[in-house]
């Protein structure tokens, strides 16, 4: 446990002083959903949306775009102390392997909850956008921030699994953008799946992202569950990706993590 908070406590702190890190990763979602949200709303009238409003519907996913930032940001830690010798040193220290990646992990899962939910209190805040909070405030906002936390273990977990496994940074955001940003449209963040295409459907529900943006629009958009997956069903599938994600990290060893770009 020492090991691991010291590793958390470093992280954070490195993220603290990058503030071109904390202001790009919050600023962007929250300047499309007032653009892009603004723009679709009453330039185009949305009718397949419950109360036409766009930009309502844009705040689950512009919550999920804050984490998949923020997981990607997060790795590129890994790949700076691997560069300078920090992670071998690390490595060598009596903390296991776990412990260290472990931290790292958690650092990045914190930072990430943190920038998604200051989305979220922001979108909240501001008077044209209407949050229907059908389970109640209490019960809204816990579910929205069980949501949130669980969908950051999952991007940041699978960020890290694949850097180490890349030995370039270049690379790494290369393969994540080409990975996460299919999921992110395709995860019913900025459209509805259903008035889309069947052999689209059928990747949106093929997609982990598609679950952890319906459990927030259920917490914080939806006036029911007619047309949504539905809580348990999300809840089920995330928690279940969790255990398979697992599985590969307790078999990480320390020469993977230890890899130079050489």
Not at 56 to 71: K, N, Y
Not at 121 to 144: E, H, M, R, T, W
Not at 164 to 176: A, D, E, K, S, Y
């Amino acid at each position: 446990m020492t090991g691991l908070v010291a590793v958390v406590q470093r992280d954070l702190r490195a993220v603290a002083r990058s503030r071109s890190q904390l202001y790009s990763s919050v600023l962007l979602p929250l300047m499309l959903l007032a653009l892009l949200g603004t723009g679709v709303s009453d330039g185009l009238e949305p009718a397949a949306l419950e109360d036409g409003d766009y930009t309502e519907f844009l705040v689950p996913g512009m919550v999920v775009m804050t984490a998949l930032f923020s997981s990607t940001f997060a790795s590129a830690s890994f790949y700076q102390d691997r560069a300078n010798g920090m992670l071998k040193m690390m490595l060598v220290s009596p903390a296991p392997p776990a412990a260290v990646l472990g931290g790292k992990a958690l650092a990045a899962v914190v930072i990430g909850t943190l920038q998604a939910v200051f989305v979220l209190v922001v979108a909240a805040l501001v008077p044209s956008i209407d949050l229907n909070l059908q389970y109640g405030v209490i019960g809204s906002v816990v579910l929205a921030v069980l949501g949130i936390v669980i969908m950051n273990i999952l991007l940041c977990g699978f960020a890290l699994l694949l850097a180490t496994r890349i030995r370039t940074m270049q690379g790494f955001h290369l393969v994540m953008n080409l990975v996460l940003f299919p999921l992110l449209f395709l995860s019913g963040a900025f459209f509805p799946l259903e008035d889309l295409p069947f052999w689209l459907r059928l990747l949106g529900y093929a997609n982990p992202l598609t679950y952890a943006v319906d459990l927030l629009q259920l917490a914080l958009y939806a006036d029911g569950s007619d047309g949504y997956i539905g809580v348990v069903a999300d809840l089920a599938v995330l928690a279940g990706l969790l255990a398979i994600l697992a599985l590969p990290a307790v078999r990480l060893r320390p020469a993977s993590l230890a890899l130079s770009g050489a």
